[in-house]
């Protein structure tokens, strides 16, 4: 299993900014999970690297925007507008597979240690 490496967390005010970043190189797909305390972890947002194609959990569309680097070893969450729910840690996952259910951990076998994101109102 290999271990994905995140940055990018911090705190924030409400109306506030964030990116994730996330080194993850020859996957298929790369998301991004968060998971608040007392709560189970939830897909945020999933990208197909070879061909951009993005999928977002609904509470964030409009809001997130998960891409990649040109390469194709980074992918980046831009957090925008960031309200107190979406205080949590956020995880980065991959896998080498396809999947029609991309925002499921169950689908992803490499995980990162986990980054803090924390908005305050």
């Known amino acids: 299993q290999v271990q994905l490496v995140e940055s990018g967390g911090g705190s924030v005010q409400a109306g506030g900014s964030l990116r994730l970043s996330c080194v993850a190189s020859?996957?298929?797909?790369v998301a991004w999970f968060r998971q608040a305390p007392g709560k189970e972890r939830e897909g945020v947002a999933c990208?197909?690297?070879?061909?951009?194609?993005?999928y977002y959990t609904a509470s964030v569309k409009g809001r997130f925007t998960i891409s990649q680097d040109g390469a194709k070893r980074t992918v980046f969450l831009q957090m925008n507008s960031l309200k107190p729910e979406d205080t949590a840690m956020y995880y980065c996952?991959?896998?080498?597979?396809?999947?029609?259910?991309?925002?499921?951990?169950?689908?992803?076998?490499?995980w990162g240690q986990g980054t803090q994101v924390t908005v305050s109102s």
């Open positions: 020859g996957y298929f797909r």
């Open positions: 996952a991959a896998a080498k597979s396809q999947t029609f259910d991309f925002l499921s951990p169950g689908q992803y076998n490499d």
């Open positions: 990208i197909i690297t070879h061909t951009d194609s993005t």
